[in-house]
């Protein structure tokens, strides 16, 4: 049993369902054709009894069944010339077993015990129908009716009840039952056989989006062409359909992914050019002299160690936002935590004084508690702070406020061109006027991302009087939920 369910399971889908589709008609026609035998058979039978009953009850039988047992008498099994049954067996049988032929009766038929028990009880209103068979084993419809008790002539005194029996005989009913027993079973065949095919034609028809799905998939996989799409009709709401549109949706979403994947290995690839096209520059210009025994002068040696020292930390700087900016969403999900955003400002302004000695940098915090990650948020904090620092002018003021949740900073330096606003949170995007600047361009494009998982959002604008305002908005509350510490706690889930 259990190597046929494995062989099933290992059948195609079409097979499968032209089996179940054939299996299920299989049984709703043997269901069918059985119970119309069955009907049949009644109806036949109650036929054949109904003629027997009509025979039963024809004038002068009783009275002809009486002579035959008379004649029986005199002359024990003799054939009575008497009443005609009509090609009929019939006979007269006595409670005690006695059997007479009546007219001309093909043969003899076989009387059971519940024929005389029905005899000696004399209910001379009830027939009693049973199958039967003849002495040479014919198949017959029998009913017995009792008469009543005989008088005998000699001595006038009550005889044995007598009871008469009249048969018909079945092969022409078992005739037109096999046929229609044959009959059946080729239009059931036929049946079974056609609705196992229309299964199959169906399964095919149903399945063949499957089958598209199936070619776009494996040509996926052996091209990595992302670009393939499934046709699907708009008003179509099927589950083929469904998945159909769901796995479009995802190409789109893998194509799209590969896209940014190889956009930011390009921008990273060019982005890391410059710094390491110095640093070998002033390597080289260090072994050379090195080389030559001809030392640089201690200024210009300083300042080529000053240039390498400041290029490395920026490529330091360039590998770790590329890092945070290839984390998984659920790598962040797992170190969400209840926040303090006020703290979270303070320590990111204790590093930005400390990169920005020469400004004045202000700041009115008041209480916030978020959900974010404490790390992600802090240098996304830092990176609004540094961008603020980098573009103020010498001696400038930056301005730091925090109120219900939304935190401004502002800086006085030349401020952002309103044609570029659009893209100051593209990744490696930056201004022409700052490219000569340190930096990687991805500092803003962290600061939306780290915002956008935390719930918020960040704008950058044109600040009246010169200058550019960020703003960082946050959901969360001015005081930690009551099932919460004020320190950070891991969220479970």
Known sequence: MSRLVRRYRSLPIRARLAMLVAAAVAFAVAAVSVTCWFIVEGRLYQQVDDEL??????????????IALNNCVDTPQRTSPGYQFQDRYSQVVTDNGTTCLVGNSPDKIKVTQADKDEIKAGDIRHLYFRNGTDSKGNDLRVVTRPLGSTTDRTTGQPGPNVGLIVAANLKGTHETLNELAL??????????IGAGAAGLAVARAGLRPVDKLTEAVEHVARTEDLTVRIPVEDDSEDE???????????????????????????????????????????IELLTRSEETGRPLPPEDRKALL?????QMTELAAL?????????????????????????????????????????????????????????????AVVNVLDNAVKFSPDGGTVEVRLADGVLTVRDHGPGVPEDELPHVFDRFWRSPSARALPGSGLGLSIVARTVQQAGGEVTLSRAQGGGTV?????????????????TTETLVG
């Open 319 to 379: 590998i770790g936002d590329l890092q945070e900016l290839s984390r998984s969403e659920g790598q962040r999900g797992e170190r969400v935590q209840l926040v303090s955003f006020q703290d979270t400002v303070e320590a990111a302004l204790r590093r930005a004084r400390l990169r920005g000695p020469e400004l004045t940098i202000t700041s009115d915090l008041e209480p916030w508690y978020v959900r974010a990650e404490p790390s992600a948020l802090e240098r």
């Open 306 to 310: 000053a240039s390498v020292k400041a």
């Open 470 to 486: 960020a703003t960082v908005r946050l959901p969360g509350a001015p005081t930690p939920p009551p099932e919460a510490p004020e």
């Open 53 to 66: 009953e009509k025979a039963m009850g024809g004038p002068g039988q009783i009275q002809q069944a009486y």
């Open 183 to 192: 009959i059946l079973l080729l239009v059931s065949g036929i049946g079974v």
């Open 240 to 282: 083929v359909a469904r998945l159909s549109r769901s796995f479009n949706s995802m190409t789109a979403s893998l194509a799209s992914s590969r896209d940014l994947q190889q956009q930011l290995i390009a921008d990273a690839g060019h982005e890391l050019r410059t710094p390491l096209t110095s640093l070998r520059t002033n």
